[in-house]
């Protein structure tokens, strides 16, 4: 486990290297604006910069977060982005869109246009209690929150991504390590006895790993990925009115028992932000073992090493990470997969899928 306090030392060496521009994606609740309010703390009135801008659905939530954020953190500047069904991919590239619009109205003067951190924490928990549910683009609404429209998010983002000079540093909140099966004939789980939690969770998980591994090795020395399973978080999601009433009925009997073994909210929002560190480089970085600038004494004190990749190699660029910061090793199956030629048909898969809907067709595969 990395530690807390190591946590919040990177932290705040990550607000005081650079201004930073970082877009949350979910972060009108959850473990999204947990993190946004990590953020704007840790900078304060002490960090370099800070333009973020929260992509949600809540105005009024929004409206929330940002009057806290720019309380604790008066120097930044908060942006409230509508987003409409991000289920949708045309809905996607609009939010997307109208962020580059907007950076470059900012750097119109000679700034420069760009993002260094994008956390994506989208999701809608009930949907997962539900049969599958497929949007006019021919995704699952489910899989596309979490994985399809995530990696679009990336995709249509890259330029701004590009031209961070931290470099960039992407989150995708989910199941990293929960992998169970992969249909490989049926990725998208359009048959109904293919389709549920688990097989949902082990396609997102598999299909995310290898995309991420793909785009790092894409963009060396630009691009840091990682997708993180935070632990068990107690979120506005847990009491919501359109979960089952098995749910509703059974949850508030066994949040007591739950609850200490529970991330907190602040130290969740703590450690997502720690994701976006130097521990996790992109993958040019130095494998020498330890992050560069580091002293011997910080060393003694437990100062995090440069984390191992999906590929078992230290400094990867793309990394699957535990709740408390560690990466997880993959199961021996990716072995197997990789040879298999399985990462290019998830890519091909991914990018076909991108391809018929802006074009305005509906994906079948």
């Known amino acids: 486990m990395v530690q807390i306090d190591v ?6 060496t990550l607000v005081k290297t650079q201004p930073i521009v970082a877009v949350f994606v979910g972060g009108t609740s959850g473990i999204g604006e947990n993190t946004i309010r990590a953020l704007a703390t840790t900078h304060s009135d002490q960090g370099k910069g800070l333009r973020l801008y929260i992509v949600g659905r809540n105005a009024d939530a929004a409206k929330k977060i940002i009057s806290e954020c720019a309380r604790v953190c008066p120097i930044g500047q908060f942006k409230f ?13 609009h939010v997307c869109s109208e962020i580059t619009r907007m950076e470059e109205d900012d750097n119109a003067n000679g700034g420069s246009a760009r993002v260094d951190l994008l956390v994506m924490s989208h999701a809608y928990f009930p949907l997962l209690f539900r049969p599958r549910n497929e949007t006019k683009e021919g995704l699952d609404m489910n899989m596309s929150l979490l994985y399809y429209s995530r990696m679009r ?26 992998e169970g099966k992969l249909l490989q004939e049926d990725l998208s789980l359009r ?8 097989n949902i969770r082990s396609h997102v998980t598999y299909m995310t790993t290898f995309f991420i591994e793909k785009l790092a090795e894409q963009n060396p020395g630009h691009l840091s990925l990682v997708h993180v399973f935070p632990g068990l978080v107690f979120t506005d999601a847990f009491s919501s009115a359109d979960l089952p009433t098995w749910f509703k009925f059974s949850f508030p009997l066994a949040a007591p028992f739950v ?20 521990r996790y480089p992109a993958r040019q970085a130095t494998n020498s073992g330890t992050i560069a600038g580091r002293d011997e004494a910080s060393a003694n004190k ?10 078992g190699s230290r400094g990867s660029g793309a990394y699957a990470c535990d709740p408390n910061g560690e990466t997880i090793p993959l199961k021996e199956i990716y072995k197997k997969l990789r040879a298999d030629g399985v990462a290019k ?10 391809d018929d809907i802006e074009a305005g067709g509906i994906f079948a595969g």
């Open 7 to 12: 946590v919040r030392s990177c932290n705040s």
């Open 302 to 311: 437990g100062a995090a090493e440069i984390a191992v990749g999906t590929d």
């Open 345 to 354: 048909k998830v890519w091909d898969h991914t990018m076909k899928a991108f």
């Open 81 to 93: 982005v509508q987003a409409g069904d991000l289920s949708l991919l045309k809905d996607v590239d």
């Open 153 to 178: 998010f990336i995709i249509k983002l890259l330029p701004l991504l590009r031209a961070s000079t931290l470099p960039a540093h992407i989150v995708s909140v989910y199941s990293a390590g929960k």
């Open 259 to 278: 609850r200490p073994f529970t991330v907190p909210l602040e130290e969740n929002g703590q450690r997502t932000l720690f994701l976006a560190t130097p």
């Open 191 to 198: 048959a109904p006895q293919h389709y549920g939690q688990a």
